[in-house]
T-cell receptor
Framework: EPEVTQTPSHQVTQMGQEVILRCVPI?????FYWYRQILGQKVEFLVS????????KSEIFDDQFSVERPDGSNFTLKIRSTKLEDSAMYFC??????????????FGAGSRLTVL | AQSVTQLGSHVSVSEGALVLLRCNYS??????LFWYVQYPNQGLQLLLK??????LVKGINGFEAEFKKSETSFHLTKPSAHMSDAAEYFC?????????????FGGGTRLMVKP
C-alpha cells in the first residue's frame, strides 16, 4: 500500500538552528500538508499546499516556517531559527482528491524534533 | 471555527468487550468527520469517515461510528475488542467548504486492551 515517508525520524538541534524536515508524499497525490503534535497536546494543522503554493495556513505557521516542493517527489518543511517551543512531532500528509473537505489524508509516521 | 472534544484521554477495556470512544464536535457548518488511529511509531491511519449520506459508517478492523447531528457526536464503537486494537485514536472534523482540507483534531484517546 502506498505510504508517505518522512525523514529524519528524530532530529535534535540547538535553539536558533535551521531545520529541514523532509517528506515524500504518495506519488499521484496533489495536496500536501504539515501538522504537528506537541507532546501531550492535540495534533495541530500547520499548512496545506497545492499547485505549488500555500492554500491555507494556521497562526502557528509564522515567518519562521516555510514549505517547498523542490522537485516532483519531495515536500519539505523548513524552520529557519528553531525555538524551544518548536519541539514536537511533525506529521506530513498527502491527499489525492479534489473535493474540498472530503480529501482523505494519508499521514507519514512523523519526524520528532527536539530543540535544546 | 470548529472544535473536537474527545472524552477520556485513556480508555481501558477487556479483550472481547465493547469499545466506545466518544467524540463531540462543534461546527457552524455541516461537518465532515473522521476517525484516525495511530499505532506506536506509525503515522495516522484513517479508520472511517462521514461526509454525507448514511449516518452509520463502517470502517476498517470492525469499527463503526454514527453521526448524530442532534447530539453533535460521532462516537466510535467496536463490538468486541482485540489486543491489536490497542492504539491512540483521534477524531477530526473539517467542512465541505474547506478547500484547504484543514483537519481539526481532538486530543486523542489511548485505548488499552486487557487480556
Amino acid at each position: 500500500e502506498p505510504e508517505v515517508t518522512q525523514t529524519p525520524s528524530h532530529q535534535v538541534t540547538q535553539m536558533g538552528q535551521e531545520v529541514i524536515l523532509r517528506c515524500v508524499p504518495i506519488s499521484n497525490h496533489l495536496y500536501f500538508y504539515w501538522y504537528r503534535q506537541i507532546l501531550g497536546q492535540k495534533v495541530e494543522f500547520l499548512v496545506s499546499f497545492y499547485n505549488n503554493e500555500i492554500s491555507e495556513k494556521s497562526e502557528i505557521f509564522d515567518d519562521q516556517f516555510s514549505v517547498e516542493r523542490p522537485d516532483g517527489s519531495n515536500f519539505t518543511l523548513k524552520i529557519r531559527s528553531t525555538k524551544l517551543e518548536d519541539s514536537a512531532m511533525y506529521f506530513c500528509a498527502s491527499g489525492g482528491q479534489a473535493v474540498p473537505g472530503a480529501n482523505v489524508l494519508t499521514f507519514g509516521a512523523g519526524s520528532r524534533l527536539t530543540v535544546l | 471555527a470548529q472544535s473536537v472534544t474527545q472524552l477520556g484521554s485513556h480508555v481501558s477495556v477487556s479483550e472481547g468487550a465493547l469499545v466506545l470512544l466518544r467524540c463531540n464536535y462543534s461546527s457552524s457548518v455541516p461537518p465532515y468527520l473522521f476517525w484516525y488511529v495511530q499505532y506506536p511509531n506509525q503515522g495516522l491511519q484513517l479508520l472511517l469517515k462521514y461526509t454525507t449520506g448514511a449516518t452509520l459508517v463502517k470502517g476498517i478492523n470492525g469499527f463503526e461510528a454514527e453521526f448524530k447531528k442532534s447530539e453533535t457526536s460521532f462516537h466510535l464503537t467496536k463490538p468486541s475488542a482485540h489486543m491489536s486494537d490497542a492504539a491512540e485514536y483521534f477524531c477530526a472534523v473539517t467542512s465541505p467548504n474547506n478547500a484547504g482540507n484543514m483537519l481539526t483534531f481532538g486530543g486523542g484517546t489511548r485505548l488499552m486492551v486487557k487480556p
